[in-house]
């Protein structure tokens, strides 16, 4: 089993819908969870951390977060296209003396206009 | 604020040399990791250094190594490169020692024929 499994993309959906992105992870002590935007040919960028069971909400973007389930996801409301890339789920995953950030494999998200 | 800066972006090698890539942390930063990234893949964790010492390392063999200066800048080197070590290699950035919301470098896309 991977330490951190995604959705299977592509994703598509039209612009103004709701996009639903899935991470499961193994390690139940891990505590921390981020979800990254990576565009086409860039780098990584944050746009939601999340570390207590429930809902965070930021603008259009909602964190959802069971760690009974080992379950993180992330709701995109009124999809634009500029949502378009791949979103990779992150596990803050602790060592012997040291934690280490895992990256899942990302799922892309297509938005069409 | 100068974010986290990498050199080089492109690098084309051939089988069995050895390349170094560099990186300068988000200022205020102390702690570096690096990752590679495959095409379609999530990063991949390779080491991270915190006060000029390597204190997690994922699953990469000896050939890559690496080195924190005291300025927290840091180097990722590999050796006898392999066809398969083409990838873009990633450098993010924390602080205070820790794995918290890592910010990324715009990578080095590394080619190896």
């Known amino acids: 089993q991977k330490e951190v499994e995604q959705n299977s993309g592509p994703l598509s959906v039209p612009e103004g819908a709701i996009a639903s992105l899935n991470c499961t992870y193994s390690d139940r002590v891990s505590q921390s969870f981020f979800w990254y935007r990576q565009y086409s040919g860039k780098s990584p960028e944050l746009i939601m951390s999340i570390y207590s069971n429930g809902d965070k909400e930021d603008g259009r973007f909602t964190a959802q977060l069971n760690k009974a389930s080992q379950y993180v996801s992330l709701l995109i409301r009124d999809s634009q296209p500029s949502d378009s890339a791949t979103y990779l789920c992150?596990?803050?995953?602790?060592?012997?003396?040291?934690?280490?950030?895992?990256f899942g494999p990302g799922t892309s998200l297509s938005v069409i206009p | 604020d100068a974010g986290v800066t990498q050199s080089p972006t492109h690098l084309i090698k051939t089988r069995g040399q050895q390349v170094t890539l560099r990186c300068s942390p988000k200022s205020g930063h102390d702690t570096v990791s690096w990752y590679q990234q495959a095409l379609g893949q999530g990063p991949q964790f390779i080491f991270q250094y915190y006060e000029e010492e390597e204190r997690q390392r994922g699953n990469f063999p000896d050939r890559f190594s690496g080195h924190q200066f005291p300025n927290y800048s840091s180097e990722l080197n590999v050796n006898a490169l392999l066809l398969g070590d083409s990838a873009l290699y990633l450098c993010?950035?924390?602080?205070?020692?820790?794995?918290?919301?890592?910010?990324f470098g715009s990578g080095t896309q590394l080619s190896v024929l």
């Open positions: 993010a950035s924390s602080s205070t020692g820790g794995t918290e919301k890592l910010f």
């Open positions: 992150a596990v803050n995953r602790p060592g012997t003396s040291y934690d280490k950030v895992i």
